[in-house]
């Protein structure tokens, strides 16, 4: 009997052979709305292996706007984010936290995040073969920028301020309290993200990322794992220089730039973490060939596949030709199952 989409995805995790590389697709709206017809033929030729969850929230937090439109959009702890392209999400102009200690109270804590339904969430995990990771998204480092700015909160970072230091245990406090009621669920893994790196370095000292992030990622797997959960991941950028970390508390698949970083670079931890995708959308997916989406694939599989250990992931986002994505999927089939390197050593 041939393995379910639940089953290919834990194969692919723990290296054990799978008969092909599970699947995912991301897709933007600005990406979907462009090309309807080619975005509907690859979810019904490719259809996912990984779903996200639906939380069933009893309450809803507080939001205005649409994240994807044009004009303004509020986000649950109050930021106002700026939108001028349809399709994507905008960014905060005018952040709430001038001082931490003045505009503390300007910030809602989203409480509203707690009142998941156990039960449909349960219902719905039992009615699908495919891998499903919780929907609940504990992003600290971006949060913090959103609310306080990028340049404020690098130095409120450096000096230490405690009105930041006491925020972010609160902030963290909720992050934990709603991946433990996920952790209750029958959902198969737990799912957190921040976008840490630039195109070639970490944004901020691996040092400070080790002193204020590392213990709370560290929670959130131990949470997971100690409910049998998996631990899945996204960051943008380069950051390889905490990749140990991330193996090291317990990450089990990454969804990164893993071009930005370099196939070469990340060859040491084939086997150690699952890349869960993806193929180069600032360049490749969006200017290149589908040969050279498929050698990309190829090369990917040769550097990083040990008998598992990559999901097919791309992202179908502005710009991307729907022909490119189409071939990421069709050379992770090829590849994969026929092994056309042979075996790896």
């Known amino acids: 009997m041939a393995a379910t989409s639940r089953e290919l995805v834990f194969q ?3 290296c054990a052979r799978p008969a092909r590389a599970p699947r995912q697709l ?21 259809p996912p292996d990984i779903i996200v969850a639906d939380g069933h929230l009893r309450e809803h937090p507080e939001t205005q706007g649409d ?23 905008g960014e905060v102009k005018e952040p709430l936290v001038h001082d931490w200690a003045a505009d503390r109270g300007r910030i809602r804590i989203p409480t509203a995040w707690l009142t998941i ?13 495919c891998f499903t990771y919780a929907g609940a998204v504990p992003r600290p480092f971006e949060q ?12 409120d970072l450096l000096d230490e301020d405690p009105g930041m230091r006491a925020f972010l245990g609160e902030m963290h406090a909720l992050y934990c309290e709603q991946l433990t009621r996920w952790a209750q669920t029958e959902v198969d893994a737990l799912f957190f993200m921040d976008d840490w790196g630039s195109q070639r370095a970490l944004l901020i000292a691996p040092e400070v990322w080790r002193a204020y992030f590392k213990p709370l990622y560290a929670d959130y797997a131990q949470i997971a794992h100690s409910a049998g959960k998996r631990v899945f991941m996204h960051s943008d950028g380069n950051l390889l220089s905490i990749l140990p970390d991330l193996i090291e508390i317990g990450v089990d698949a990454l969804n990164t730039q893993i071009f930005c970083i370099g196939l070469d670079e990340l060859r040491p931890f084939a086997g150690r973490i699952t890349f869960w995708g993806e193929i180069d959308r600032q360049h490749l997916l969006v200017e290149g060939t589908p040969a ?28 991307a030709r729907p022909d490119n994505v189409r071939q990421v999927f069709e050379s992770w089939n090829a590849v994969v199952g026929v092994g056309c390197y042979g075996p790896i050593a």
């Open 144 to 155: 913090l920028q959103f609310l306080r700015g990028t340049a404020e909160l690098y130095m």
């Open 292 to 319: 050279e989406v498929d050698q990309a694939v190829r090369d990917v599989y040769a550097t990083l596949w040990r008998d598992g250990g990559c999901i097919a992931q791309a992202e179908f986002g502005p710009g």
């Open 12 to 14: 692919t995790l723990d």
């Open 26 to 46: 991301w897709a933007l709206p600005a990406a979907t709305e462009a090309h309807p017809e080619a975005y509907a033929a690859l979810q019904h030729d490719f």
């Open 67 to 89: 994240p994807y439109a044009v004009g303004e959009y509020v986000d649950p702890w109050g930021c106002v984010f700026q939108n001028i392209h349809p399709g994507v999400i």
């Open 117 to 129: 339904d156990r039960d449909a969430i349960n219902r719905d995990c039992a009615a699908t073969e």
